[in-house]
């Protein structure tokens, strides 16, 4: 009688337990979690980011529009995923700027979430990783890299990102403070790796 017993007690254990909601614990916690120190004050609860509307969402359109307004021409066509790249000179070379998680929609007016700042430079040979290390670690919002191009030329690369959804910035304003600092950047960089 007994046996029979535990067998029925087992059995509807295992059926509560099959019962229970994929990932969920069948067992309870051996130890429960400590309350936090008295002497440690509770964290304050994270604020959420402003909303992301289309006002504060970047469009080639924007880009352009601001280079135009600051005495630069720039062109636009698409990069190779499909989304937007506008494409310029700057003091005579050539940068891009990439966009990211674009809507739908007229090329040069699709809203995106965020942009990058891309200028590349084909140097003779491959610059010392300690220079480009070097860079990232004292430099801030443009980073540096080193590629080899199809053709097998070594290039110098410096970008910037800059996310615009979600800030409740102005992308024009935000895009000429960023365009200032790389404007700068480059120039600091070609001089690092030699590129006259």
């Known amino acids: 009688?007994?046996?029979?017993?535990?067998?029925?007690?087992?059995?509807?254990?295992?059926?509560?337990?099959?019962?229970?909601?994929?990932?969920?614990?069948?067992?309870?916690?051996t130890r429960p979690s400590p309350p936090p120190p008295a002497s440690q004050p509770s964290p304050p609860p994270a604020s959420a980011p402003p909303a992301s509307t289309s006002s504060d969402r970047i469009t080639a359109a924007i880009i352009v529009r601001e280079l135009q307004a600051m005495g630069y021409s720039s062109t636009v066509d698409t990069d190779d995923s499909g989304d937007p790249r506008v494409n310029m000179k700057i003091d005579g070379y050539e940068w891009s700027i990439y966009f990211y998680d674009c809507a739908s929609g007229a090329r040069d007016d699709r809203q995106c979430v965020s942009y990058q700042f891309y200028s590349g430079y084909t140097v003779k040979q491959a610059v010392a990783p300690d220079v480009i290390n070097k860079w990232n670690t004292e430099q801030r919002y443009a980073k540096a890299y080193s590629y080899i191009q199809r053709s097998g030329s070594h290039s110098a690369r410096l970008e910037i990102d800059v996310r615009s959804a979600g800030t409740g910035a102005d992308p024009g304003r935000t895009f000429r403070a960023y365009f200032g600092i790389m404007k700068d950047k480059v120039v600091q960089f070609r001089d690092i790796i030699g590129f006259r």
């Not at 029925?8 to 509560?16: D, K, N, R, S, V």
Request: hydrophobic share 55%; no cysteine.
């Open 1 to 29: 009688m007994f046996r029979l017993a535990l067998i029925l007690a087992l059995a509807t254990f295992t059926q509560f337990a099959l019962a229970a909601e994929p990932g969920e614990s069948t067992r309870p916690s």
